[in-house]
């Protein structure tokens, strides 16, 4: 069974500009959450997709979007790059909505 | 909306001792509730959950930890620590049935053991 995996690992972006970050849910799961944590704070709610629609958000402004395909991997998009944006953003799968979450590796943005 | 709080950021403690990280939620509905661990340099991982049934769950690797409804709280516990529990734990809370199922996590417990 695959777990969770993002990509890229790493990325390295300047102010202004767009970002999309991607994830492969873990076999079976039809949610996916989106979070973003800051160095050494707790990981950020950004979003979340069931079964392809949106279930929740965050407090995150609208230049963070996202997506949920069929086969319920997900993209997260940033545009308009700002210094804040620097930090790991999380993947995580369930196999429901509420059930214990399947984290990825993340993927680690410097935002410059 | 629910919040969280774990109410140590950093707990030391020396190996073989026990240690409690504390969590705190609020929430208008019933939840789950759930323990993760983050490893230097690695992702987070399920510790220990609890959806209903048994007010006690345990981990395999010893941590147990005990849903209080009429306090709101979820400490976790371990009675004897070993060097390889130095990690963070973060506290997590979904709301369940009748609620909206985002997840809210805490800020963070940094459990330091020291030999």
């Known amino acids: 069974e695959t777990g969770v995996t993002q990509s890229p690992t790493h990325l390295i972006k300047t102010r202004g500009q767009q970002v999309t970050l991607r994830c492969s849910s873990q076999?079976?799961?039809?949610?996916v959450s989106w979070y973003q944590q800051a160095l050494g704070q707790g990981p950020q709610f950004i979003f979340q997709y069931y079964r392809e629609e949106e279930n929740g958000r965050g407090n995150f402004p609208p230049r963070f979007s996202g997506l949920q395909f069929p086969n319920y991997s997900s993209e997260l998009n940033v545009n308009a790059l700002e210094l804040d944006d620097s930090a790991l953003y999380l993947c995580a799968s369930s196999l429901d909505r509420g059930n214990e979450q399947y984290f990825g590796p993340g993927t680690r943005l410097t935002v410059t | 909306a629910q919040s969280v709080t774990q109410l140590d950021s950093q707990v030391p403690v020396f190996e073989e001792a026990p240690v409690e990280l504390r969590c705190n939620y609020s929430?208008?509905?019933?939840?789950?509730l759930f323990w993760y661990v983050q490893y230097p340099n690695q992702g987070l991982q399920l510790l220990l959950k609890?959806?209903?049934?048994?007010?006690l769950v345990e981990s395999i690797n010893g941590f147990e930890a005990e849903f209080n409804k009429s306090q709101t709280s979820f400490h976790l516990r371990k009675p004897s620590v070993h060097i390889s529990d130095t990690a963070e734990y973060f506290c997590a809370v979904s709301e369940g049935p009748g609620g909206s199922y985002i997840p809210t996590f805490g800020r963070g417990t940094s459990l330091i053991v020291h030999p």
């Open positions: 929430s208008s509905v019933s939840v789950y």
């Open positions: 076999s079976g799961h039809n949610t």
């Open positions: 609890y959806l209903s049934g048994s007010t």
